[in-house]
C-alpha cells in the first residue's frame, strides 16, 4: 500500500477534472480525495496498491476531454488510509 500527492497542472479546472479523477479512482480501487487548488491546479491524495497507483497516474495524466495535463507532480506521502474517495471544493 502506498499514498501519493499528486499535483495537476493545465486546463484542470471546469472541466470535469475531479468527477472524472473519482471515476478513475473507483476503477483502480484508490481511495483518497481531490480538490481544485487556488493557484489553478487539482490536487489529488491517492492510496492504494503501487500497481494501481501508477495506473490511476497513466489516466490522469490524459485527463478528461476538455481538459489539458501540462504536467503531474508527484509526491510520496507517509501510508494513510481513506474510507473512500471524495471530491473536495
Given amino acids: 500500500m502506498s499514498t ?3 499535483i495537476v497542472e493545465g486546463r484542470v479546472q471546469g472541466v470535469g477534472f475531479r468527477w472524472f ?3 478513475v479512482a473507483e476503477a483502480f480501487d484508490i481511495t483518497g480525495s481531490v480538490q481544485n487548488r487556488e493557484d489553478g491546479a ?3 491524495v491517492a492510496s492504494g ?3 494501481n497507483i501508477a495506473s490511476f497516474r497513466e489516466q490522469i ?3 478528461p ?3 489539458r ?3 503531474v507532480r508527484v509526491e510520496p506521502l507517509p501510508e494513510q488510509r481513506f ?3 471524495t471530491v473536495l471544493r
Avoid: H, N
Wanted: avoid cysteine.
Fill in 65 to 67: 476531454d476538455g481538459a
Fill in 4 to 6: 501519493v500527492r499528486l
Fill in 69 to 71: 495535463v501540462d504536467g
Fill in 42 to 44: 487539482v490536487e489529488i
Fill in 83 to 85: 474510507p473512500g474517495f
Fill in 61 to 63: 495524466e490524459l485527463g
Fill in 21 to 23: 479523477t473519482r471515476s
Fill in 49 to 51: 496498491s503501487s500497481d
